[in-house]
């Protein structure tokens, strides 16, 4: 028996936003490095695909797409929070905040409401779609690494999902990010650490 179950494993994908994973997003200079060495776009399109087609639900958990001033008059920013506001990250119907165009969003993929910080789950429907479908194993890839993929893992984890990560269908902002989360943090949490081709074999 898989240890992936199709009617209860989702692809959950965190932020595979052009901001991040396309030339002119606004961070892609920032994670072209570590994206480029573990193969993170083709990886991601490899991954999506093979889940779909075999029938494993595509989730996705993406970021706030803001008016650029919606952090104004907040009583507490994070760092991320305040590069956001300061560089006007993720503006809604700009280049940056769609989806990158291997992983769009296809026909019976699901569409959390929008994180705000970094975990997909919290202030969101995430966890109620997830459940509504019968998911109980989560797979995790996308960006950020040691922000928003670290803390939506901890998070499912938290809630009492099974939490896998795709160690080369990530990026960050340096290797050492990439290390943090592949390496230290989600093994200490998490369920496990898998690259693309270990967990399609898996299913």
Request: charged share 20%; aromatic share 8%; with cysteine.
């Amino acid at each position: 028996m898989s240890k992936y179950p199709v009617n209860e494993t989702a692809l959950l994908l965190v932020d595979p936003l052009n901001e991040f994973l396309s030339e002119g997003g606004k961070l892609w200079e920032m994670t072209k490095g570590t994206a480029e060495t573990a193969g993170t776009i083709a990886n991601l399109k490899k991954l999506t695909d093979a889940c779909r087609h075999a029938g494993i639900q595509v989730v996705y958990a993406l970021h706030h797409a803001g008016t650029g001033d919606d952090y104004d008059n907040w009583k507490f920013l994070n760092p991320a929070q305040q590069a956001i506001k300061d560089n006007q990250v993720f503006i809604k119907g700009s280049f940056g905040a769609e989806v990158h165009p291997d992983v769009t969003p296809q026909v019976g993929d699901l569409i959390a409401q929008e994180h705000w910080t970094s975990s997909g789950f919290a202030n969101t429907d995430l966890d109620l779609l997830l459940k509504q479908h019968g998911i109980q194993r989560v797979v995790i890839a996308g960006n950020r690494a040691n922000t928003c993929i670290d803390s939506t893992g901890r998070y499912a984890v938290e809630l009492g999902y099974h939490a896998t990560l795709i160690s080369d269908a990530i990026a960050a902002f340096s290797e050492a990010e990439m290390e943090a989360t592949i390496n230290i943090n989600w093994p200490a949490f998490g369920h496990a650490v898998l690259t693309t081709d270990q967990f399609l074999k898996q299913i």
